[in-house]
């Protein structure tokens, strides 16, 4: 799946004939590609650091309307059944964020990028009752986007603000994962 070409940071992976067959069945000329589809497309362009490609945006988008679809047809009953989508929504938008500080000047970007990290801390802090199965997609995200674009110092800083999160979201194995 997608999910996981990106989670395990395949960039210029080939797609298997498999998957390329679940797209096609699933996505018609009116449709747009799926969520993890488009994701996975704009951390590839990234990791390219080609900012400049037309293609960016537009995957972007279509990130950005899947998750939007997806919560339009949740169930408004329970939160539990909207937050996967809320939270695919944010993710987008934290990718957006930091494109947007990769934009300014180096000195500036830095800044930018450090407002980003104090920004998700406080997303982490106010998603703590939450189950954490939803909103580990966007650490694993937030991860990736800084092993691409933040310095070492920075990244790990957020490994720790991550480890401590999931320490008291009771995920003893994604902490340790995250320091290591």
């Not at 937050?83 to 990718?95: H, I």
């Not at 964020?97 to 300014?104: I, W």
Request: hydrophobic share 40%; glycine share 2%.
């Amino acid at each position: 799946s997608f999910e996981a070409l990106w989670r395990a940071e395949r960039w210029g992976h080939t797609v298997s004939t498999a998957i390329l067959r679940d797209i096609s069945e699933s996505t018609t000329t009116q449709s747009l590609p799926r969520f993890h589809n488009s994701l996975h497309q704009v951390l590839s362009i990234c990791s390219f650091r080609s900012f400049t490609d037309p293609n960016l945006q537009r995957h972007l988008d279509h990130a950005r309307l899947a998750a939007m679809q997806e919560i339009g047809t949740c169930s408004f009953q329970s939160t539990k059944s909207l937050l996967p989508s809320m939270v695919k929504l944010r993710m987008v938008e934290d990718v957006s964020a930091l494109l947007n500080c990769l934009s300014a000047d180096s000195q500036s970007s830095q800044d930018h990028l450090k407002i980003q990290l104090e920004c998700w801390e406080h997303w982490y802090r106010s998603m703590i009752y939450h189950d954490f199965k939803f909103v580990e997609p966007a650490l694993a995200l937030h991860m990736i986007l800084l092993k691409l674009f933040g310095d070492n110092h920075i990244r790990e800083e957020h490994y720790c603000l991550v480890a401590k999160y999931s320490m008291k979201c009771n995920n003893l194995a994604y902490a340790r994962a995250a320091l290591h």
